[in-house]
């Protein structure tokens, strides 16, 4: 399995993923990497529903993603992972799913979220979450959409944190 793209996006399938990111990357499958879609039948349904047809989907928990990228079935397949959070991304890489760099595309502002960016708010545990994964050496980056400037997400939030 090759893995073109890791991408946290809480909305998951939506327009700048199909009209954009797809469209750029030999992308032959998008996979929702998520405990909580996988095991939600109505939201996994609702998700996988407005993947293009060329391009397979599916919802898998991190144990199954990990059990999938180890599985010589699929090593013909280019992929685009997708996270709601980066603790699932965690618990990916610390099972041996080795992922060099993320793209932080999209996190909600919600009531216990501090804004980083107009499109990334995190939560303390989200905040600990991306602390490991630098720590872990994969590279953290900020872009909405392919054409963007690429930032470091790391910087971005520890420079926001302090203040």
Known sequence: ????????????????????????????????????????????????????ASVKASAVTVDKMVRA????????????????????????????????EINVGGMRFERDRKQITKAVSVSPTNVEAFKTLHELGVKLELRQLPGDTSIDFYKELVGKLDK
């Open 1 to 52: 399995m090759k893995i073109e793209l890791a991408r946290i996006d809480d909305r998951f399938i939506h327009g700048q993923v199909l009209t954009k990111w797809v469209k750029l990357r030999p992308i032959s499958r998008i996979i929702v990497v998520s405990d909580a879609v996988a095991q939600d039948e109505m939201r996994k349904t609702l998700i996988l529903s407005v993947a293009p």
């Open 69 to 100: 990228y180890k599985s010589p079935r699929y090593d013909n397949d280019t992929v685009m992972l997708l996270f709601e959070n980066p603790e699932d991304i965690v618990d990916l890489v610390q099972k041996g799913v080795p992922l060099k």
